[in-house]
C-alpha cells in the first residue's frame, strides 16, 4: 500500500510543471557559470584567490579545470536550491487543502502517518533527482568542457591541491551529504504545510527560516557563535564542503584518501538527521490530529 501511496505523489509531483520549471532553471544557472568561466576564467580564479595570492604561488592555467568549476558551481547554487525544494514540499499538505481533496485522502484505507510519509518520501526523491540532475550538469559538463586536472581548493589562509584520481569519490559524498541538508528543509517545509490551508505560507515560512539562520551565521557575533550557529540546520547544511578538506604530512603534502576534519562531517551529519526526525516528529504528531475541513 505504501509503495502504491509513493507512487501516487511522485505522479502529483512531476505532472507539476513547475517542477520542471526547476530542472530547467538549475541546468541555464550551470551552463551559464560554465560559458562565463569559459570566456573570461582566469579573472574569476584571480578573484576568488585574490586574498591567497600573497602567501601563495598560484598556478592559474591549472586550476581552472572540470572540478574546479564544479565546486564553483556547488558553491554558487546550493545556497538557493532550498527555495526549489520548499516550493514542492511546502506543497504537499496544504495543497491538498487548497484543492479541497484533504478530507478525500484521510478517508482512504490507510494512516494519516502512512499518508504523511508518503509525501515526505516522494519530497526525498524529488530532491535525490534534482541533485543527480544538478551532478550531471555540474559535474560531467565541466569535465567536459574544462577537463581533468588536481584539484585546488582554498581555505581561509590554507592551499588544499587533491590528486584527480582522489576526487570523484569527494563529488560523490559531497551530493550525498547535500541531499541530507536538502532533505532536511523538505522535512521543515511539510512541516510548515500541516499547518497551512494553502501553499504559499509554508513555502514563505521555509524561505524565511532559512533566510534569517544563513544571516545569524553570517553576522559571526560571539553571543550567536557560541549559542545558535553550533545548531543551526543552515550550518551544518554546509558540511559537504568538508570533503575537499584534506590532511597534509609534515611535508604539507595532501595524504591521498583523507578528510581534515571527519568528526565534524559526521556531527553535521547527525544534527541534520536529528532535525529531519524533529521536523517529521512534529508533522506526524499534528497531522493526527489535526481537523480536516477541507
Known sequence: MFIELLKIELYKIFKRPRTFIAFGAIAVIILLVQFALKVNGKDFVQFYTDSQADTFDIPYEKILNGYFVCVAVLHMILIHVPLLVALIAGDMISGEASLGTLRLLAGKPVTRTQLL?????????????????????????????????????????????????????????????????????????????????????????????????????????????????????????????????VEKNAEGATITGSIENPAALLRSGLILTGYIALFLGISIRSFNKKDILS
Open 117 to 245: 510519509m508518503a509525501k515526505f518520501s516522494a519530497s526525498t526523491v524529488y530532491v535525490t533527482l534534482l541533485l543527480a540532475w544538478m551532478a550531471l550538469f555540474a559535474l560531467l559538463g565541466s569535465l567536459l568542457i574544462f577537463g581533468t586536472e588536481d584539484l585546488v581548493v582554498f581555505k581561509e589562509t590554507d592551499l588544499h591541491i587533491i590528486k584527480a584520481g582522489d576526487v570523484i569519490w569527494r563529488f560523490f559524498a559531497a551530493f550525498v551529504f547535500a541531499a541530507l541538508a536538502l532533505t532536511t528543509i523538505a522535512a521543515m517545509a511539510l512541516m510548515f504545510s500541516v499547518f497551512s490551508e494553502n501553499s504559499l505560507g509554508p513555502i514563505v515560512a521555509t524561505v524565511c527560516v532559512v533566510i534569517v539562520f544563513t544571516i545569524v551565521q553570517q553576522l559571526r557575533v560571539p553571543v550567536f557563535e557560541e549559542t545558535v550557529n553550533p545548531w543551526s540546520f543552515t550550518t551544518h547544511m554546509l558540511g559537504w564542503k568538508g570533503f575537499f578538506y
